[in-house]
C-alpha cells in the first residue's frame, strides 16, 4: 500500500544520501591543502627576505617513526647553510619540509615572516627551488625541461589569423561550458623576466651559461653536434656549418690529416660507409629506406635487379651469414664481436642458421631471402674486412647509385636526403655536415684527432654558441633516460638555478657526481649564492667548511649549529661525521 511506497521511498532516500557523502568523503581527505595555497593567480610576493625559522618541528610516520623530533632553529636567509647527518639523522626529510613536499607533524615553520604553510604556491613556486637526489625529466627537449620552473600562465598569445581565432573561440566556448580550462596550450608561457632575460634570445644565452655553471658546457655541445636542425628554419646555423664544412676540409689539408677521413664523391665507393649509404648516397627520412627495409623495398630491389646485382647481394648476404655463425657459436651473448660486425645479433643466430640449412637445399622464401639480403646492406669494407665487396662490386654499387637517383619517384623524394657538397644535409647531424665523410677506420687516436681539428674549426668561425643552442633541442626520452644520471641531475640544477630562486634547498643532488665535478658545482653555486639563500644538504660533512653555517643532525634533531671551524673540534658531533668519511 502507500505506506510501504513511501517507507521504500524513504529508504532509498537514505542509501543515496549516505553514498553521495561516502563520494564527498573521499574528496576532502585530512589533512587536504586549502585551496588558497594551491592559488596560482596570487600576486607574487617581493623578494623572500628575513628569516627561515623551525620551532619544534617534527615530521613522523605512525607513532613509532619519527624523522625530525622537535627541531629547532633560525636559518638567516641572508646566508649559506649546510645540513650535514648519518643516514638516520633527518637530513635527508628536513629538506623536504623546508621546501613544503613534506607536512610536517607538527610545529612550526615560518618563512619570511610568513607562515610557510599558508604561502601560496604563486609564491613558493616562484621564489624557491628544490633538488634532490634522484632528479626527474619529462620527456621533451632539454630547452623545455630547463625553462619548465618558468612556465606558470600564458604570457603571450600566439599570432593568429581569421580561421584560427574562429577556431580558438570554440574551443574556448566548449572548455567554458564543460568546466575545462581555458587557457591556451599554444601561447607562449615563458616568464622570461624571472630568468633575467628580455626575449628567447637572451634566455637562451642565459641557459647556455647556466649549464656551463653546472659542468654540462662540453656535453650541450656534443649534443649539438650530433643534433639536427630544420636549414628552413635556422638559415643562420645551415650557413655556418656549410662555411665550417670548406674551413674543415682546409684545416684537414693543412694538418696532413687527410687520411683520418674519406670524403663523401658522388662518384666513388666510400669504404668507411655502409653499402647502403654506398647506394643511397644520402640520408634516410623517415622509414621508408632505413637499412632494415631496404631488402623489401620495392623500389630498391627494382633498382637491383636492372643493374643485375640483387642476386650478388643475396650471395653476400649468404656468405656474411654464414661467417657470422661461425665466428659467434659458442660465444655467450654481450661478446664484443657481435658488436664489431653487427650483422647478427645472437637472439637471431638460431634462425640464421635455420635459413642457411633450408638454402643449402634450394628451399629459400622470399622472406628468408629478405632476410639474407639485408645483411650486406650493413657491411663497411674498411672496418669488416672480409673481402665480400671488391673493387668491381664497389663500382657496380657506384652506377646503380645513379640509377637510385635518376629514376627516384616525386612520391618517394621526401625520404631521403642526397649528399651534396654544396648544400646543408637536414637529415644528418650537424657533425656529419661539417666533415662531410667517414672516420676512416683503424687510424690511431683518429676520432680525438678528429675532434680536437673540429673544435679548432668551430672555435675559430664563432660557431660553438649556435651549435650548443642545438644541443638544447636534444630530447631527454622518458624521465630522461636518454641522459646518464649524472647529467640528469645537472640539468636539474640548472633547471632551477635559470629560475633565479631566493631560496635555493638542495638535496644531495651531487651524491652521485665525481669528487672533481662535485667540488666545481659546488664552487660555482657557493660563488652564485655568495649573498645566502642557499641550504644545501650535504652527503659528506667535511664539504660544509665552504658555508656559512653548519646546522647538524643526529636522531631527528639539531645537536650542533655554527661555523665549520667552531664545530669541526673533538668531541664534537660535526667531528665524527668528518672523522668517519
Known sequence: GPWKELLDYYQQKEDVRIKYEQVVNQFEPEGLLDSAVLDADAPSAAPLKGEFVASNVTLAEGHAVKFLDGVSFTLPLAERVAIVGDGTSGKDELPLVLARLLAPSGGTLTLAGEKAAALPEAVTGRRMAYVGPQAHLVSASLRDNLYYGLKHRPKTEPERDDHERRRRARVMAEAEQAGNSTLDPQADWIDYAAAGAAGPDELT??????????????????????????PAKRADIATAVLEARRAFKARLAAANAGQLIEPLDAGRYNTNATLAENLLFGTPVGETFADGNLATEPYVMGVLEKVGLAAELTEVGRKLAETMVELFSGLPPGHEFFSQFSFIGSDDLPEFQAILARMAKGEISAEDKARVLGLPFKYVAARHRLGLVDEAMQARIVAARSTFAEGLPGVLRPAIEFFDEGAYNAASSIQDNILFGRLAYGQAQGAERIGALLAEVVDGLGLRARIMEAGLDFQ??????????????????????????????LNQPTATLDGPTQGRIQSGLLERYGAGGLIWALHRASLAKSFDRVLVLKGGRVVEQGRFEELNQPGRVLHDLVQAE
Do not use: F, S
Not at 656535453?219 to 636542425?229: C, E, N, V
Not at 622518458?478 to 640548472?494: C, D, E, N, S, T
Open 205 to 230: 644565452a642565459r641557459a647556455i651559461e647556466t649549464l656551463a655553471l653546472v659542468g654540462m658546457e662540453d656535453d650541450i655541445y656534443q649534443l649539438g653536434l650530433r643534433g639536427r636542425i630544420d
Open 476 to 505: 631527454v626520452g622518458i624521465g630522461g633516460a636518454r641522459l646518464p644520471a649524472g647529467q640528469r641531475q645537472k640539468v636539474a640544477i640548472a633547471r632551477a638555478l635559470l629560475k633565479r630562486p631566493d631560496v635555493m634547498i
